[in-house]
T-cell receptor
Framework: SAVISQKPSRDICQRGTSLTIQCQVD?????MFWYRQQPGQSLTLIAT?????????ESGFVIDKFPISRPNLTFSTLTVSNMSPEDSSIYLC??????????FGAGSRLTVL | DAKTTQPPSMDCAEGRAANLPCNHS???????VYWYRQIHSQGPQYIIH???NNETNEMASLIITEDRKSSTLILPHATLRDTAVYYC????????????????FGQGTILTVHP
């Protein structure tokens, strides 16, 4: 299965700023997925990123808040814009190898003060 | 996707089998049962999945009842490193389909393996 690297692993940010999270996969993949895990909660899908097209966002998530780039088949970024303390979460990148067998990165833990 | 119900927590002694139950009474015919786990400070890890037959791999066994309304994940010889949150998820499995990548994670079962 694919190996996923995420950067940064953690960060502390000031409210009103933006942070870009990078996700690197060790093989070419068609689709990448971004999830959020709020403190003490389970995971929620933010969006699906397909190379060469606009990301598809789930209900409750919008492009202006979470812009996603997918410049090639091994890389994606998620930006958390105009951050507030409610954005404090772990953001996880994932991809699949068929069916719904997904591989996840270790996550990027974001704390907004 | 169908909803799943899992006990919030379970304990298991090291070396014993851990049997984690999951109810999915509204599962539809084309939905699979997936199990993932999340060890503290890591991303979720795929364990196993199945449609209606029992499945086994190097990590675990999955037993699905004949009516498919419930399942059990079995870790045959639990170790301390198996302490994690275990998620039972029901989803269609078609790669590239509209449900691809869209896993609905519930609260899962916190499994604690003790010495």
């Amino acid at each position: 299965s694919a190996v996923i690297s995420q950067k940064p692993s953690r960060d502390i940010c000031q409210r009103g700023t933006s942070l870009t999270i990078q996700c690197q996969v060790d093989s070419q993949v068609t689709m990448m997925f971004w999830y959020r895990q709020q403190p003490g909660q389970s995971l929620t899908l933010i969006a699906t990123a397909n190379q060469g097209s606009e990301a598809t966002y789930e209900s409750g998530f919008v492009i202006d808040k979470f812009p996603i780039s997918r410049p090639n088949l091994t890389f994606s970024t998620l930006t958390v814009s105009n951050m507030s303390p409610e954005d404090s979460s772990i953001y996880l990148c994932s991809t699949g190898s068929g069916a719904n067998v997904l591989t996840f990165g270790a996550g990027s833990r974001l704390t907004v003060l | 996707d169908a909803k799943t119900t899992q006990p919030p927590s379970m304990d298991c002694a090291e070396g014993r089998a851990a049997n984690l139950p999951c109810n999915h009474s509204t599962i539809s015919g084309n939905e699979y049962v997936y199990w993932y786990r999340q060890i503290h400070s890591q991303g979720p890890q795929y364990i196993i999945h199945g449609l209606k037959n029992n499945e086994t791999n190097e990590m675990a066994s999955l037993i699905i009842t004949e009516d498919r309304k419930s399942s059990t994940l079995i870790l045959p010889h639990a170790t301390l490193r198996d302490t994690a949150v275990y998620y039972c998820i029901v989803s269609r499995a078609s790669a590239g389909g509209t449900s691809y990548g869209k896993l609905t994670f519930g609260q899962g079962t916190i499994l604690t393996v003790h010495p």
